[in-house]
């Protein structure tokens, strides 16, 4: 099945710093969605970006499907950016809907 | 409601007795998915349902854990005669159901804790 790599596994940043996340996917995918799992455990929808780029507020993220890879830029981090981010895709074979997840990247922003 | 909303957010249990843990998606959303996620790993699919239909089961570990939708909308994860290893954050999903977009909305989650 397909495999979702994801990088840094782990990042430590001062308040103020940009940083890039990155997901590699080893197949075709028909959903790519970037996912922040703050420290009380809700999961956000960050971004539903199967190709091209989008932008909200300090994030953005770029998806290039045809060498299979996102990314997630983080700019002027904050705190509250503190917990895991999480990258998950629907593989582009079959008919199936299911979420294939990443391991994540475990995001500490320190004041 | 505003969002997927899940219930109890917390449940400790004991081993052997059974759970029910519902799931109610966000209104007008067709499919409702089910994952599981251990701590310190990403979620991992267990089932879903379009309407009342269960299209995918391939996630379910095994016949102690099963999943109905009745009426296509509120959805219940039973798991019969729990085990240590069940503990786990229970993850319920709703989207709608448009062809090629199937953005994936995330409750709250159930924290499952077997003794």
């Known amino acids: 099945g397909i495999q979702v790599e ?81 990258c998950a895709v629907v593989p582009g074979a079959g008919n199936n809907r299911k979420l294939i997840w990443g391991l994540g990247t475990s995001l500490a922003v320190n004041p | 409601g505003a969002g997927v909303s899940q219930s109890p957010r917390y449940k400790v249990t004991k081993r052997g007795q059974d759970v029910a843990l519902r ?27 379009n309407y009342e239909a269960q299209q995918d089961k391939s996630g379910l570990p095994n016949d102690r854990f099963s999943a109905e939708r009745p009426e296509g909308s509120i959805s219940t994860l039973t798991i019969q005669r729990t085990e240590q290893r069940d503990s786990a954050m229970y993850r319920c999903a709703s989207s709608l159901w448009t062809g090629a977009i199937n953005e994936q909305y995330f409750g709250p989650g159930t924290r499952l804790t077997v003794t």
Request: net charge negative; hydrophobic share 30%; aromatic share 14%.
């Open chain 1, 6 to 86: 994801q990088s840094p596994p782990d990042l430590i940043l001062q308040e103020g710093a940009n940083s890039t996340l990155r997901c590699n996917f080893s197949d075709s995918v028909n959903n790519l969605q970037w996912f922040h799992q703050n420290p009380w455990g809700q999961l956000i929808n960050l971004f539903y970006i199967p190709s091209g780029t989008k932008q909200n507020g300090r994030l953005s993220a770029t998806t290039v499907a045809t060498e299979r890879y996102s990314l997630l830029y983080i700019s002027s981090s904050q705190t509250t950016d503190s917990g895991v981010y999480f």
């Open chain 2, 23 to 49: 799931c109610d998606p966000i209104s007008g959303h067709v499919s409702l998915y089910w994952y599981r996620q251990a701590l310190g790993q990403g979620p991992e699919f267990l089932t879903y349902f």
